[in-house]
């Protein structure tokens, strides 16, 4: 294990911390400000979530052709493009007016660019150049996810306390500009060398199948596997989304939410802990069907029970299927198909998540809307999971 962290420090370091950024893009995030914007433009919470979900959805679909471009480019280049994009939509919203045109370009980069790009960056940046240890390299890139969903959400509240909100936004993108850039150019600084090596090995492998787009999205393994791995992005983000009504519900208060949080991230890393190395040891396939059981367990005991120490038990459960699905669906697709077109094939999927993420805030806001509660809530993700399970379950031989 301490070979593995040694070998190339700089690169793991590079998968945390462009992770770690991708956070300014995320709903943990943004949704701390939805308030205040919804203020500026008076907006409903039915009005919001609607331009968000299309802004997002637009981000996955604009992602497909991007997200291939990791291939070809050079990794520094295309780490520039995306945290700059990122940095530039974060101080875009220092200058937000009451504009819907420009609320949606704002939020659609903020997606685009935080997590859909940098987010698709790190995971196939650890994919691509790990092979014996892949597990253990998306777990450690995923790590900066995690610590940015423990952090971000209590920050940004200090900030908008302190400089107000929309100085919270420019303190943002100042400092992927200050700390993020100089930071990713020192770690990737013997790029050049390191992907001589991968193209050396991979050449190598010659008679490994070239697989592209038009033959994975024909093939059936990716209509088995597809669910399973959108499956948490769609649940947790409609339930995020949608955590006020949730926990109003329930009778739990904001407070309690807010240390379930920590809950959550703690076994979000235990999760990490866990699939890592579990998959670097067995068949990914073999072992996919059975990660979304905590999850499962968690949302039972949030559709059955009242008390506040189910919060923590909900909360702890979701973290641990988040934390397992990060190097499950990391090191899935590269088993599925290589790594030779790697970024356009998760390029594909991060845009098949993106798409999940988007749909989830609509689908549970009408089950808010027709007045039913957090029991159907529940119900609806309870089958979802069930669904996702079904299939790579009877396949996984």
């Known amino acids: 294990m301490g070979s593995f962290f040694l070998s190339q420090t700089r690169l793991l370091l590079f998968g945390f911390f462009i992770s770690f950024f991708a956070g300014f893009g995320q709903t943990f995030f943004i949704s701390i400000f939805n308030l205040e914007i919804r203020g500026l433009l008076n907006l409903s ?40 994009g990122l ?21 659609f980069s903020l997606r685009f660019f935080g997590q859909g790009a940098m987010s698709h960056t790190g995971t196939t940046t650890m994919s691509r150049y790990y092979v014996s240890d892949r597990g253990k390299a998306i777990s450690v890139g995923s790590f900066g996810d995690v610590l940015a969903m423990m952090t971000f959400p209590i ?28 930071l990713y150019l020192y770690l990737l600084k013997n790029q050049t060398l390191l992907h ?22 024909i093939d059936k393994n990716f209509y088995v596997y597809l669910p399973i791995s959108i499956a948490p992005p769609f649940i947790l983000t409609g339930l995020i989304f949608h955590q006020v009504f949730i ?53 039972l005991f949030m559709m059955f029970f009242e008390h506040s120490i189910f919060i923590f038990l909900y909360m702890a459960l979701l ?41 989830s805030p609509i689908m549970l806001g009408l089950i808010i809307d027709y007045r039913f509660g957090t029991f159907t809530i529940g119900l609806f993700c309870v089958v ?9 379950f009877i396949f996984r031989n």
């Open 155 to 182: 920050i940004a509240l200090y900030l908008i306390q302190l400089i107000g909100w929309t100085h919270a936004w420019l303190f943002s993108g100042l400092s992927i500009l200050i700390i993020f850039f100089p």
């Open 319 to 359: 973290g641990i299927t988040n934390g397992l699905w990060l190097p499950f669906t990391g090191s899935l697709w590269v088993e599925l198909y290589g790594v030779k077109n790697l970024g356009a094939i998760r390029a594909l999927m991060h845009a098949c998540m993106v798409f999940a993420s988007a749909l």
């Open 247 to 299: 926990i109003t519900n329930k009778g739990w208060g904001m407070e309690l939410l807010a240390s379930s949080y920590i809950g959550w991230g703690i076994f979000s890393i235990i999760g990490l802990c866990i699939g890592g190395p579990l998959i670097d040891k067995v068949n990914t396939k073999k072992a996919i069907p059975y990660y979304l059981f905590p999850m499962l367990f968690g949302i």
């Open 384 to 392: 979802i999971i069930l669904f996702s399970s079904y299939f790579p």
């Open 45 to 84: 919470d039915g009005q919001f979530g609607i331009l968000y979900s299309l802004a997002t959805l637009a981000s996955a679909i604009v992602l497909i052709w991007f997200g291939k471009l990791i291939d070809t480019m050079d990794l520094r280049i295309y780490t520039f493009i995306v945290s700059l």
């Open 87 to 107: 940095a530039c939509a974060c101080i875009g919203m220092f200058f937000l007016t009451n504009s819907l045109f420009m609320l949606f370009v704002l939020i």
């Open 196 to 217: 001589k090596e991968f193209l050396k090995k991979t050449n190598e492998i010659t008679l490994q199948k070239s697989w592209r787009i038009r033959n994975v999205i």
